[in-house]
């Protein structure tokens, strides 16, 4: 293994195979760079709300496009509402604009306008013709005829799922560039600050972007020629990933550079020891994490399942750059990149204690050791205090609050309400044999909670019938799903029907069906790699147990920290994705960081012992695992730059539990359980055994001064 790595570290360090491994990247970026600028043309935002082929809602969905051929484009609806009444001039409005959306229907022809019941509101509605491109197009045409010429006090939008559909390309129209802006920017003012040098800043931020380019680029391809699935939220949290992970990586690798400079007159063999000594660590990390990511393939929901091996393509390239690429540009600049505080090569620093250099950690690591049951208990017990914030997070978040801002879609949404049957804006859709229709029709009507069922309409070749029926309640209220439910279970009885309820509603009950049978499996199976992998790292049993506790305390201590704050911002409702992406990256996240000092503390405690190994460890690795955490937590809080909530509540989330990791669990809790535990922390290796006694640290070497 130290062959191994001394093979890879010298690689990047080599005198001359340091300019080898600089062509490679430059030949490597000039390829991956057009390629990763392409990766908006693989969307398919689509996933973001699909859901398993063997849902009823997906099958639903297949058999009316089987069966209705020409009836599938999506629908818009404009609203007009006057809350005094409408007047002579407000339906010749509507009238004129049902004459000019005619041009933008599918089929040519808008149906006669639907009153509301107290005379304040007409609807018009009509299937949107053209595909993707033609339909945006005509969307906003609709728009501006909606918007022209309206009589003073009258009140329009567009809704539907053609107005949905352009509310949300408008809302994320040039986002992409403003994440990565967002996300460079803030990456570069804590890099500024952590290294307050005018140079050494801009390395690691161009070697990260340079990463991102590259996973770009790779996931382009497996989108293009692999079928990947690549959507926008995945490739947000791939950036996000890139940055934020590579940034890591790199303050890992650097302060430990920095500190074999001191020891060795010559850069190329200080950062062959640095690289040597730190690839363990941040292998390690990367494995947790991509495999971790990896681990979501085994969830249905397929915009869960597609961010997987997109953000594991972005850690492996994070990896790569990090541990050739920056090495190699390190040693070509030489010492003076860190000016004003370049670390000089002294003869004396061979062999001196470097916690020394630490004075706040030092003393962070002696209030540690005097009382460490003290210490665990206490920050166990704030953890937990802090998990009661759970009671303010709900699941589930209405449509009409996925959005940072007002939109047309939504405000259109809560006009039909006011004025219609609460489920008339979305009823639910029975599909099913033409033969027993009269039978379907007559059970549907029966359901408590269907408050109009329609007449059936039969299928062009005579085989299908499609039957509305409008819910009594708002379409994703509870009362609406358990009405849906029981639909379902009436039509299904109906002999010979084979009758499929769709609809938004039956999409949000099979989509928490999905989500919960994902909980279920992928956040074990995320557990029980991690735990593989922290056994194979530390070849022992209860560290990694412990480990893997402690970061569990922490998910749940981050959702109820997340939730006091959400429900301040008004975003309680959590989306049903969100526990299940946010656990798996806090997880393997938090992992991260008790791997840098766990690997760190076990190298310490060869030499010094368990209980000088574990406070050392944490005194010279404290001040850049904290520094790496603040830059990871402020990096996925780029993603609230986004106009979606969801996103806003993943950088909440993740940002409060990474910061909790890096603050309490990796500064405290860890360390303290480990001294009370003491050396049978690493049981069954060796070091557990008091056989194993402390050795003198060896010399790390003298090299002569470089020529």
């Known amino acids: 293994m130290t062959t191994t790595r001394q093979k890879v570290a010298g690689l990047p360090s080599g005198r001359r195979s340091k300019y080898v491994m600089l062509v490679f990247w430059l030949v490597l970026v000039a390829a991956a760079g057009p390629l990763g600028l392409k990766l908006t043309e693989v969307q398919d935002n689509d996933a973001l709300g699909a859901l398993p082929a063997t849902a009823e809602a997906s099958r639903a969905v297949e058999r009316a496009e089987a069966a209705f051929p020409d009836s599938q484009k999506p629908l818009a609806v404009a609203v007009y509402v006057r809350e005094a009444g409408l007047t002579a001039a407000d339906r010749a409005k509507v009238d004129a604009d049902r004459a000019t959306f005619a041009r933008y229907a599918d089929g040519g022809q808008v149906s006669p306008p639907v009153p509301s019941d107290d005379g304040q509101a007409l609807l018009l509605s009509f299937p949107v013709a053209g595909d993707a491109d033609q339909r945006a197009d005509a ?102 990933l890139v940055f934020g992970v590579g940034v890591d990586y790199a303050l890992l690798l650097i302060a430990r550079y920095r500190e074999e400079l001191r020891r060795h007159a010559d850069r190329h063999a200080a950062m062959a020891v640095a690289l040597r000594r730190s690839i363990g660590a941040i292998g390690a990390s990367a494995a947790t994490v991509a495999i971790g990511l990896l681990c979501l393939l085994a969830a249905q929901l ?228 991690v735990l593989v992998i922290l056994v194979l790292l530390l070849r022992a049993l209860v560290a990694p147990l412990l480990l893997l506790a402690s970061v569990v305390l922490s998910y749940v201590a981050a959702l109820g920290a997340a939730g006091l704050i959400l429900d301040a911002i008004g975003y309680p409702k959590l989306f049903v994705g969100i526990p299940l992406q946010t656990f798996l990256f806090l997880v393997a996240l938090g992992v991260d960081y008790t791997i840098f000092l766990s690997t760190r503390a076990r190298e310490e405690t060869a030499r010094l012992g368990h ?79 008091p056989a194993v006694r402390p050795v003198a640290a060896s010399p790390l070497g003298r090299v002569p001064a470089a020529s």
């Open 302 to 529: 397929p915009s869960t399942r597609g961010l997987g091996p997109v953000g594991a393509v972005g850690i492996v390239a994070a990896l790569l750059a990090m541990t050739t690429l920056l090495p190699a540009v390190l040693v070509v600049f030489g010492r003076w990149l860190f000016w004003p505080f370049v670390p000089r090569y002294s003869p004396d620093a061979i062999g001196v204690d470097v916690a020394v250099q630490h004075g706040a950690w030092r003393r962070i690591a002696g209030f540690v050791g005097r009382r460490p049951r003290a210490v665990w208990l206490g920050t166990a017990a704030a953890l937990v205090a802090l998990s009661f914030g759970l009671v303010n997070l709900s699941i589930g978040m209405p449509h009409d609050e996925s959005f940072t801002k007002e939109v047309g879609s939504v405000t259109g949404q809560r006009m039909i309400e006011a004025h219609y049957p609460k489920g008339s804006v979305a009823p639910a859709e029975i599909l099913a044999a033409a033969g027993p229709a009269e039978q379907v029709l007559a059970a549907a009507r029966t359901v408590p909670g269907v408050a109009e069922v329609g007449a059936p309409e039969p299928s062009p070749d005579g085989r299908w019938v499609r039957i509305a029926a409008v819910l009594a309640d708002t379409p994703d209220s509870d009362a609406a799903l358990e009405a849906v439910d029981r639909l379902r279970a009436t039509v299904h009885a109906v002999p010979g029907a084979q009758a499929l309820v769709g609809g938004d509603t039956a999409y949000l009950i099979d989509e928490k069906r999905t989500v919960d049978r994902d909980n279920r499996l992928v956040a074990p199976l995320v557990l029980a790699v």
């Open 611 to 689: 209980r000088q190994g574990v406070l050392h460890a944490l005194t010279v690795t404290g001040g850049v695992i904290t520094s790496a955490g603040v830059v990871l937590a402020a990096t996925f809080g780029a993603l609230s730059v986004l106009p979606l909530v969801p996103s806003v509540q993943t950088a909440v989330i993740i940002g409060v539990g990474v910061l909790l990791d890096t603050f309490l669990v990796r500064s405290l809790l860890v360390p303290a359980l480990a001294l009370h535990i003491g050396r049978r922390t690493w049981w069954p290796s060796a070091l557990a055994r």
């Open 139 to 240: 969307v906003a045409g609709i728009k501006d005829r909606l918007t022209s010429g309206v009589p003073d006090g009258l009140r329009t939008a567009l809704t539907g799922p053609a107005g949905g559909e352009d509310d949300v390309f408008d809302a994320f129209a040039g986002m992409d560039t403003t994440l990565l802006l967002a996300t460079a920017a803030t990456v570069a003012l804590l890099l500024l600050i952590t290294y307050r040098s005018p140079v050494l800043w801009l390395i690691p931020l161009i070697t990260v972007a340079l990463a991102n380019q590259l996973a770009s680029a790779v996931v382009y391809l497996l989108a293009k020629h692999a079928g990947l699935a690549v959507d926008f939220q995945s490739q947000s949290i791939l950036t996000v």
